[in-house]
Structures are given as C-alpha cells and as structure tokens.
C-alpha cells in the first residue's frame, strides 16, 4: 500500500505544480514610453525567469513489481506398476531417521549382491505406522535378475506397492519434508480426500551417495 499511495501523492504534486503554474500573474509589461533600467545591450540574449512554483515537498515510494503468485500445490495421478523388491523393515524414532533409512538401503543393497541380484531403479520407503516418537517403515530395493537363494533374514523378496497414488515431490533437505507434509495433509483435506494414512516416498535421489540436504524425492499417497 504504501508504494501505492507514494505514487499517487507524488502525482498529485505534479498537477499542483502546474496548477500553480497555470495560475501565475503575467510578469507586468511597462509602458512602451517608460524608462527601462539596466537595458541589455544590443546583441545581448535576455532571460526571463519562469514563475518558481514550489508545491510542500511528498515523499514517495517507488511501487515494486508484485511478485509471481506462488504455485499451486497440487500432486498428479498416476498408477505404480508392481516391480520386483528387496524388503527390509524396521523402526526408528524421528531424529535417528535419516541414519535408519541410509543404514537399512545399504544393508538391502549387500544383500542383493550376495544373492547374485542388480538393483534396478529407485528406492522406496513404505511408512506402515508412525506416532509423535517414531515410525515404522519399509524399505524397498527394486532389482533385476533371478536368485534360488532365499535372503538373510528380517529380509524378504516381494513385489512393491502397486495400484493409484497421489504423487507430490520435495526438494531440497531432508530436515524439512516436514513443511511438505503439511501441505499435502492440507491438500487432502481441502480436497477431500479419502486415504489410509499410508505414504511412501521414492526416493529420485540415492540414499547412499546424495548429500541430506540435497534430496528429490517423490511422496506417493495412495488412493483407495
């Protein structure tokens, strides 16, 4: 507002300015038979002062362009194949929880190179339960190639989640999917949408080697 209203004072000075202008008396002419005092000399340019106008000084504020709206949170639909995975589960409370899932990634990642097997494309965390001291989660390495050795246990082979799923992304660290987790449950319940507090992330990223404050990662919310 305040740029706004500077603005238009500062135009209004203007019109006053020429108002005043306007509105000056003509400077008296003498008589053409009066003595005149100090008479320029022939050749000499004459200069006649124009009518100082000095309206009260208004201050103003530039107005800055508005910024861009922000864009709107919304996730697109799409349907998960099911593909072939590595489980490994487990719990972990909230702050030892990037360490858990690093740990647990490269456990799973071990054992599928025992067992012969490549990964093949990107991780998947399933949060089955979670409360305000921690969660329990699923992690899940999709792989290629084909085994006769049954994995060490708690590890299993299995397929992952498949069916529809709301996808939202967060970028950037770690620390702060909790800002966007917000927003999707303020999505969801602005839109109505019905979901069995079941999210996974798949992660763009890869656990072992990105930096936890420069992750990718896709949020699934699964619809029912």
């Known amino acids: 507002m305040t740029g706004v209203w500077g603005t238009r004072l500062g135009r209004a ?31 000499q340019d004459t200069l006649t002062p124009p009518p100082v106008v000095d309206p009260k000084k208004v201050e103003t504020t530039p107005v800055t362009p508005g910024a861009p709206a922000a864009s709107t949170f919304a996730p697109d639909e799409l349907t998960l194949p099911p593909v072939p995975v590595l489980t490994l589960s487990g719990s972990s409370s909230w702050e030892d929880a990037y360490d858990k899932l690093v740990e647990a990634v490269r456990k799973a990642d071990t054992e599928l190179k025992r067992l012969g097997l490549t990964r093949a494309g990107q991780v998947f965390v399933m ?46 660290s770690f620390g702060d999917m909790d800002n966007t987790y917000e927003q999707i449950a303020n999505y969801l319940d602005e839109k109505n949408v019905e979901q069995n507090d079941l999210y996974i992330e798949r992660y763009r990223t890869d656990l072992l080697t990105a930096s936890p404050e420069a992750l990718e990662i896709e949020i699934l919310v699964p619809l029912p």
């Open 127 to 172: 949060y089955t339960t979670s409360d305000d001291r921690g969660f329990d989660y699923e992690v899940q390495v999709p792989f290629s190639g084909t085994t006769t050795q049954k994995p060490a246990e708690p590890m299993k082979l299995g397929g992952s989640f498949a069916g529809k799923v709301l996808r939202f992304v967060h970028t950037g």
């Open 13 to 43: 000075a203007v019109v006053f300015g020429l108002m005043m202008a306007l509105a000056a008396p003509a400077v008296a002419q003498a008589p053409k038979d009066a003595p005149q005092k100090d008479a320029p000399q022939k050749g």
